[in-house]
């Protein structure tokens, strides 16, 4: 069974730096993809950061040259670097892993982890 926990959020005044985790556990499946998505209130959950199963990433228009996501395939972890935060990336950060077999996968969520930037 695929686990996702969240860490790393919180309070942080506008133009500071977070770094938010997502470790993921379990065992019989591989780990193909992780992304991160946020969800502000009264909003639709977006996109903020891809990295797919090649190494390669991609990044909402919104947080490009402010966020970098990176991985360590050993530990099945994902990372969000978060800099020069604005009040507009207040929201709650959910990390989407897709897992499944060798060749097939599905989408797997965690549970989320709120960001607050204060201005």
């Known amino acids: 069974q695929v686990q996702i926990v969240e860490s790393g959020g919180g309070l942080v005044q506008a133009g500071g730096s977070l770094r938010l985790s997502c470790a993921v556990s379990g065992s019989g499946f591989f780990v193909h993809t992780m992304d991160w998505f946020r969800q502000a209130p009264g909003q639709q959950r977006e996109m903020v950061a891809e990295?797919?199963?090649?190494?390669?990433?991609a990044y909402a228009g919104s947080v490009k040259g402010r966020f970098t996501i990176s991985r360590e395939r050993g530990k099945n972890t994902a990372y969000l670097q978060m800099n020069s935060l604005k009040s507009e990336d207040t929201a709650v950060y959910y990390c989407?892993?897709?897992?499944?077999?060798?060749?097939?996968?599905?989408?797997?969520w965690g549970q989320g982890t709120q960001v607050t930037v204060s201005s």
């Open positions: 990295y797919h199963a090649d190494d390669t990433t």
């Open positions: 989407r892993v897709g897992a499944g077999g060798r060749w097939d996968s599905r989408d797997y």
